[in-house]
């Protein structure tokens, strides 16, 4: 949980970077320009950021299609921005997220091709990679954006169609998500429009985590934004009308979000002057209006095109490498978890993955309605399990020509065909815990 929030934005003012911070008396800094500490970097045409280790990173795509990074250190001095060895292609927009140690950079070349690289605490970068070539393509990303979760990345994307017309994985203006594990691999991409409540024709979003749960911000073709959560167990819930909460301050052009205090908060710039503002969403109902951010940092006067919102720690140290965990429903330390199936008209796939030993997928079962299977958790770490519907899986197969094998773990890793899914933690001797399935 962070106690600082850390707004980034662009500006038409010298082409550069500004900075402010909203400390834990809700008090904010005025913005400073970044590049008089970090160094000049010329017209900044994109970035991201994201908090690591007490320090915040930002990395810039200059008009020249090259990536720069800098970090803001715990006590509030600047490193210089420096290239990305990486930037070997041209390139357009840039999302970062830090998982455990490590920071994860993605953007897109013109081609439209993904590409992912990692800088690890030793400050070296990978090389950037092609995320298409390991999750398969097929489609335009038009915006994208990523959080960690469990340990893992999980990657959300609006898609356009193939600038070469031709057929396409999934339709346009879906919103696909990819999940990157501890490992290297990457997931498929599914489509999760269908799991949504509903979902607007889209110019952007947004997500952070917050607990155990993905938080989406959507930006529609009318400049308004909505809300979603994704659960842990990949469940969603209903859309939320943003500004019907916060308070509507017109044609919204760029947000950020992000996590501070275990609450999620929204920076907006509007058409309207470029104006800047700050909403904070306490829970369920509860959002807090929309507060005039360019009065509280002093930033009337500096058009603006672009904004992130970060929360950071300011007494964080390196972040924990273990992964949280759930332990459903509640019991650590279980020998055992029975699953029932207690759908009444559904066949079930159950999956287990052994984090805590080979970590590898082992299908227990094919359970018909009515049936049980206790998977055995003696001696494991942490165990994911999954139950996979075979009345799902062969509806989506109906309905969109495709040809998913119901018994496959790439189709359980798909979570539009998950009807269950839960962690539980191992030990020797400890009783066996129920988990019905409905």
Not at 152 to 181: N, Y
Not at 205 to 221: C, E, K, N, P
Not at 388 to 409: C, E, I, K, M, T
Request: proline share 5%.
């Amino acid at each position: 949980m962070s106690n600082t929030l850390h707004v980034t934005t662009m500006s038409s003012e010298a082409d550069s970077l500004w900075h402010a911070i909203r400390r834990a008396d809700t008090h904010w800094t005025r913005f400073g320009n970044v590049e008089k500490n970090a160094g000049e970097i010329g017209r900044a045409q994109g970035f991201g950021a994201a908090a690591l280790g007490g320090e915040l990173h930002v990395v810039v795509q200059s008009d020249l299609y090259q990536l720069t990074h800098a970090a803001r250190h715990a006590d509030g001095s600047w490193s210089k921005f420096a290239p990305l060895d990486t930037a070997h292609r041209a390139v357009g927009g840039v999302a970062l997220a830090a998982v455990n140690a490590t920071l994860h950079l993605l953007t897109r070349d013109f081609s439209g091709a993904l590409l992912h690289a990692t800088r690890t605490t030793g400050g070296a970068w990978s090389a950037l990679g092609d995320v298409f070539a390991q999750t398969g393509g097929g489609f335009f990303p038009y915006a994208w954006s990523m959080t960690a979760l469990a340990g893992e990345l999980h990657v959300f994307v609006v898609v356009s169609p193939p600038p070469s017309g031709g057929p396409a994985t999934f339709p346009p203006g879906s919103v696909v998500h990819a999940v990157r594990h501890a490992n290297g691999t990457w997931t498929r991409w599914e489509n999760v429009a269908p799991r949504l409540p509903f979902l607007p024709i889209l110019r952007g979003l947004r997500v952070t985590t917050i607990g155990q749960s993905i938080h989406l911000v959507l930006l529609d073709h009318r400049g308004n934004l909505w809300h979603t959560t994704r659960g842990f167990d990949g469940s969603w819930s209903a859309m939320e009308d943003v500004e019907g909460q916060a308070g509507d301050r017109g044609w919204i052009n760029s947000f950020g979000i992000g996590e501070c205090n275990g609450e999620l908060h929204v920076v907006t710039l509007t058409a309207a002057a470029n104006n800047l503002w700050h909403a904070v969403r306490h829970g369920p109902d509860r959002w807090q209006r929309f507060a005039d951010l360019a009065r509280a940092t002093g930033a009337y006067a500096v058009p603006y095109y672009g904004v992130s919102c970060v929360g950071l720690d300011a007494a964080a140290t390196q972040p924990p490498i273990n992964p949280p965990t759930i332990c459903y429903p509640g019991v650590a330390g279980a020998a055992g978890v029975t699953l029932a199936n207690q759908t009444g008209d559904d066949t079930l796939v159950v999956w287990q993955i052994d984090y805590g030993g080979s970590g590898q997928p082992v299908r227990r079962a094919v359970l018909a309605p009515g049936q049980t299977v206790t998977v055995d958790l003696t001696n494991c770490g942490i165990s994911r399990l999954i139950a996979v519907s075979q009345a799902w899986v062969a509806d989506f197969n109906a309905r969109f020509g495709r040809n998913y094998d119901p018994l496959a773990y790439e189709t359980a890793e798909t979570t539009n065909f998950q009807r269950w899914i839960g962690a539980v933690l191992g030990r020797t001797g400890a009783p066996t815990i129920a988990a019905p399935v409905a």
